[in-house]
Nanobody
Framework: QVQLVESGGGLVQAGGTLRLSCAAS??????MGWYRQAPGKQRELVAA???????NYADSVMGRFTITRDNAKNTVYLEMNSLKPEDIGVYYC???????????WGQGTQVTVSS
């Protein structure tokens, strides 16, 4: 079993910056990523990164958000710049295990953007 501990959410004004962190309890060989769930909406992928640091972003955050990964620390980060009210939601860290296979989720961290 893998535990994912997130930190870094909070309240920020539109145009501001937040940095999320997610530390895994052990080494992750699969993709790590961030998802978000806005009120009344389904959870959606925000950004993902492979162990080799190949990245993928939702169109809505391209150019504003940056996902990075420190494999030595088993940690993934999400730098969120130029935040907009539509970025509001609970952000969840996700990690895919390979050996053994698994799909792990953090507890979620709230991001609120005031206009």
């Amino acid at each position: 079993q893998v535990q994912l501990v997130e930190s870094g959410g909070g309240l920020v004004q539109a145009g501001g910056t937040l940095r999320l962190s997610c530390a895994a309890s052990r080494k992750i060989f699969g993709v790590m990523g961030w998802y978000r769930q806005a009120p009344g909406k389904q959870r959606e992928l925000v950004a993902a990164i492979t162990r080799g640091r190949v990245t993928n972003y939702a169109d809505s955050v391209m150019g504003r958000f940056t996902i990075t990964r420190d494999n030595a620390k088993n940690t993934v980060y999400l730098e969120m710049n130029s935040l907009k009210p539509e970025d509001i939601g609970v952000y969840y860290c996700n990690a895919k295990g390979i050996v053994p296979p698994g799909d792990y989720w953090g507890q979620g961290t709230q991001v609120t953007v005031s206009s």
